[in-house]
């Protein structure tokens, strides 16, 4: 049996290094989730105050083009060929987090849910630490699982059983590769955390949002702006339109 320090002296730098990589990860994903939160709220806020706004301008554009063309200011648009919808075509289909999850999630999950979830293995049976990672894999197995994420479920699963392998090993060495183990799992979790950053940052309404708060830092609110600039494009159209049918009147 292993003193305790030879088994602190083998364990400790890797003990430390998952330490460290852990707190990364959790704070990768919090900056992920503040992210998203903050782009979800400038979204909505968008298409309530824009779209409408947006929406009332198509109409008079479509409205405008029928009058120019029936004073035969313009010549009619050829008709589109209506195609198929191929296998891809649907908005909600492939990764959308609004499609019905896979047979093969749903097979992931389960299997990660008997594993993991904190119910099962009786209480006496497991330590504090097992019990918190237990609570914690499933919370982010439960995230992955409403956003329809495999390769994440995959990860949780696999981080498990590297866990779960050597829970019973009390050998430094053993402990010392388990450690290695899970540090390499987290090291993949923060690339795939840094790579979703990225999309996200590199987005339309990101973009917009940095145009925002560029903007705000300036001392001047670009969305105002950008609602009062849609407004005068509706003014000029209703303006154009109305003088139009004085013209032809039908």
Known sequence: MPSNSSL???VQPALEDVTALERRVAER????????TELQ???????SELGA???????????????EIKAGL??????ELDEPDGPETSASGGCSSSSAPSSALKAMFRDIARAVHPDATPVAHTDERTRYRRHSLMAEANRAYAERDEDRLRLILRAWKLDEDAAQCADPEAERARLQRRAAAMT???????????????????????RIDDARAQGWDLF???IRQIKREIDAARIKLT???RRHPR
């Open 41 to 47: 709220q400038l979204q909505v806020r968008y298409l």
């Open 53 to 67: 706004l947006y929406a009332e301008l198509n109409a008079l554009d479509e409205e405008l083009a029928q009058a």
């Open 243 to 245: 003088r139009l049918q």
């Open 224 to 226: 105002a702006e950008m």
């Open 29 to 36: 994903e919090r900056d992920l989730l503040s992210a998203k």
């Open 188 to 210: 993949e979790r923060l690339a795939a955390l840094e790579a979703d950053l990225a999309d996200l940052r590199s987005s339309a309404i990101a973009r917009l949002k940095s």
């Open 74 to 79: 313009r010549v009619p648009d050829e008709p």
């Open 8 to 10: 602190q002296t083998l």
